[in-house]
């Protein structure tokens, strides 16, 4: 049985990627990246539904740090007239955001694993603390 909460194909809406050429791995031999997210739900609440962006960013442009990313993975989502409001709401902030991370993981690692320093693997990510 289908689910009453649909989403379209998620797409990758932006990416920045770079080295920075002041690191020097040598003297920086353990470096914790860095990770901040953003989740932006706007609502169309007319046809119940809403497109959900995330936006990841990995390091920074400093030379404390190997490299930045900022990746931006959004998709429409789309739920049934009788569903609650803070069922939806739930569904907006955790789970959208962790569906979207899902699909955005595997460029990170693969565009980090291209780089002279080797693959990034994004972690799991804790979306309950969100509304």
């Known amino acids: 049985m289908e689910s009453m909460f649909q989403f379209t194909n998620p797409a990758l809406t932006g990416l920045e ?3 920075n050429e002041g690191f020097n791995s040598k003297e920086n031999k353990e470096v914790q990246i860095q990770i901040n997210m953003s ?13 959900v962006t995330l936006k990841i960013e990995l390091g ?6 190997p490299f930045f990313i ?27 955001p962790s569906l979207l991370l899902s699909y955005v993981r595997p460029i990170v690692t693969q565009i980090t694993a291209a780089s002279p ?3 990034y693997n994004i972690p799991f990510i804790n979306f309950t603390h969100k509304k």
């Open 70 to 96: 900022t990746a931006l993975e959004a998709a429409r989502f789309r739920w049934g007239e009788e569903m609650e409001e803070a069922l939806v709401n739930k569904l907006l902030n955790q789970n959208a």
């Open 117 to 119: 320093f080797g693959a």
């Open 17 to 19: 990627f770079g080295l």
């Open 39 to 51: 989740v932006s739900v706007n609502r169309n609440e007319s046809r119940n539904e809403a497109e």
């Open 60 to 65: 920074e442009k400093s030379s404390e740090m």
